[in-house]
């Protein structure tokens, strides 16, 4: 019986009588009770069609035997080649793919001795990476028809610019690259440059081709996909099937994208790993009211399998020490492991307090510290301060001050810098500065006019 099979049947006993008697106690079929049930009806019905979409895309493409699995691969691999090397003789991609390349050979940086180094300092690794693909070409134009590199003369820096593109697409299509490595250019490429890819026609139609290659890779190990998220389900307790499945078809892509027929092995086992990894990490950052770190996750799973294996093997529920003997970790390294576990989260409504009168909410610190009453008096008093000062400051040096100084109705509080009231302005700091200090001094002069002890300016 397969899981989708097993799964309708307990909905079935689930909605089916509760009468005590055996006959009524036999699961119905699923038209009776919704016959019986209206008000779950469309409940039932949404579960029945989501099973029978799964089933259906179980069926849907058969399982690839090992040749054609190889065959289809390696199609992909040429389609994901093709497309990064045309992508590599384009003018937008070639520093992306510099940069790329630099990182991949660490070139002039000491970790790979093979690697050739600068001649001079002031050369940028790009620089040497492409004069290294220039005269690698002319080399073969010398070696094959005679010709010194003298004779270019003065169109050597045409022909220098015209073949450096080709060069870099020959390297590229002979350097063993990782398909990741091809699938992150192309992706990145597509970021960078979409225009480039809707009008160039060569390279939509590689593009088309390579989804279609990747698709029909996806559609015949659906299978696979659904066997993980069965097996893994176990692992979410809010998370349903579609979720899981979901979170494994994304590792499921990060597969086809990274997969290398080349090394000889299966699909499957090399997307069993991203398929896992994938669903382990979803789970531990969306299943959770309470979110894990995944390292603590790995922990736990590593705890929990420890203590388990040393109970069946001495027959008992095995001590802390023991356990974390058999960890090869410390006791407040295990004792952080098992609060994570069971955590003990407290409300915020808890009352606390001799009559209890108080929340745990009520002492936890605001966004700021200032008193409410407090903060009520000091704002009517910088609202008459403001109506004195629209008497003697103009429009610009009036709104400098109230951005300045927290004073906008608005943002009331929020001071901003030189540098953010400049900025909103659309004038330099230096100016806001200027224009601040004329104000202060205009402003001390009216309120002493009055009678008021300018302070706080």
């Known amino acids: 019986m397969t899981f989708i099979d097993s799964e309708i049947l307990k909905s079935e006993e689930k909605y089916s009588s509760r009468s005590r008697s055996h006959a009524a106690r036999k699961a119905k079929p699923y038209h009776a009770q919704i016959t019986q049930e209206p008000t779950n009806g469309q409940e039932h019905i949404g579960a029945l069609e989501e099973m029978v979409y799964f089933k259906k895309m179980n069926r849907a493409r058969p399982v690839l035997t090992r040749e054609q699995e190889q065959e289809l691969a390696n199609n992909l691999l040429g389609a994901k080649q ?95 690259y990782t398909p990741g490595f091809q699938q992150y250019i192309i992706t990145e490429a597509e970021k960078a440059h979409p225009s480039l890819f809707k009008k160039d026609k060569q390279l939509a139609k590689s593009m088309a081709q390579l989804w279609q290659y990747k698709e029909d890779m996806f559609k015949h190990n659906i299978k696979l996909l659904i066997s993980m998220a069965k097996k893994n389900l176990f692992r979410a307790k809010k998370m349903g099937f579609e979720d899981i499945y979901q979170e494994g078809s994304i590792g499921m892509m990060k597969a086809i994208d990274r997969f290398d027929p080349r090394k000889g092995f299966k699909f499957s086992t090399y997307a069993l790993y991203w398929i896992k990894q994938s669903i382990t990490r979803a789970v531990a950052d969306k299943d959770s009211t309470i979110r894990v770190p995944v390292h603590m996750v790995e922990k736990i799973n590593r705890y929990k399998k420890s203590r388990d294996e040393q109970a069946k093997t001495f027959g008992r529920a095995p001590n802390d020490k023991e356990v974390a003997r058999a960890l090869g970790i410390g006791r407040h390294e295990l004792e952080s492991i098992k609060e994570t576990i069971n955590p003990h989260p407290v409300s915020l409504s808890l009352p606390i307090g001799p009559i209890q009168d108080t929340t745990l909410e009520d002492l936890l610190p605001g966004e700021t510290n200032e008193i409410p009453e407090t903060a009520a008096k000091a704002k009517m008093i910088f609202s008459k301060a403001i109506g004195l000062l629209s008497q003697s400051l103009s429009a610009k040096e009036l709104l400098v001050i109230k951005k300045r100084f927290g004073l906008e109705q608005e943002n009331y509080g929020m001071e901003k810098t030189l540098q953010e009231v400049g900025e909103d302005l659309g004038v330099t700091r230096e100016r806001i500065r200027q224009i601040e200090q004329k104000a202060l001094r205009k402003a001390r002069r009216a309120l002493e006019n009055k009678g008021l002890r300018p302070d706080f300016f």
């Open 82 to 176: 093709k497309a990064f090397s045309y992508l590599a003789s384009k003018p937008e991609v070639r520093s992306q793919i510099y940069t790329h390349i630099e990182k991949s050979l660490h070139i002039g940086k000491g970790k790979n001795p093979k690697a050739r180094k600068p001649k001079a300092k002031k050369q940028s690794p790009s620089q040497v990476l492409e004069r290294r693909f220039e005269y690698s070409h002319i080399d073969d134009i010398v070696s094959e028809y005679g010709v010194s590199p003298a004779a270019f003369g003065k169109k050597y820096e045409r022909y220098k610019e015209h073949k450096a593109n080709y060069a870099l697409s020959r390297l590229v299509m002979n350097a063993s």
